[in-house]
Nanobody, 124 residues
Framework: QVQLVESGGGLVQAGGSLRLSCAAS????????MGWFRQAPGKEREFVAV????????YNVDSVKGRFTISRDNAKNTVYLQMNSLTPDDTAVYYC?????????????????WGQGTQVTVSS
């Protein structure tokens, strides 16, 4: 069983930055693919970024547009999402998720474990 705990969300003005963290329990972190998703009210959960167990990274280019950076620290069992140049459209609950199985990295259904989410609110 893997537990994921997100932190770092909050209220920020447009143009500001936030750094989200996701701490994972267990001994499988280094072999897990870690993803960030977000869900705004009334919308479906949206893929934001993923960092694979081997370090490979994929972004949702349309939503991130070069503003977000995903990284991981296997020694700390933690994955990060640095978010810069935030806009009100980035307002959502942000979730981290982990997977070790095969399957596409952008589909929420392919992930095995989820955190409880952290709220990010960007004011205009």
């Amino acid at each position: 069983q893997v537990q994921l705990v997100e932190s770092g969300g909050g209220l920020v003005q447009a143009g500001g930055s936030l750094r989200l963290s996701c701490a994972a329990s267990g001994r499988t972190f280094s072999s897990s693919t870690m993803g960030w998703f977000r869900q705004a009210p009334g919308k479906e959960r949206e893929f934001v970024a993923v960092i694979r167990w081997n370090g490979g990274i994929t972004y949702n280019v349309d939503s991130v547009k070069g503003r977000f950076t995903i990284s991981r620290d296997n020694a700390k069992n933690t994955v990060y999402l640095q978010m810069n140049s935030l806009t009100p459209d980035d307002t959502a609950v942000y979730y981290c998720a982990s997977k070790r199985s095969l399957g596409g990295v952008s589909a929420p259904g392919n992930y095995d474990y989820w955190g409880q989410g952290t709220q990010v609110t960007v004011s205009s």
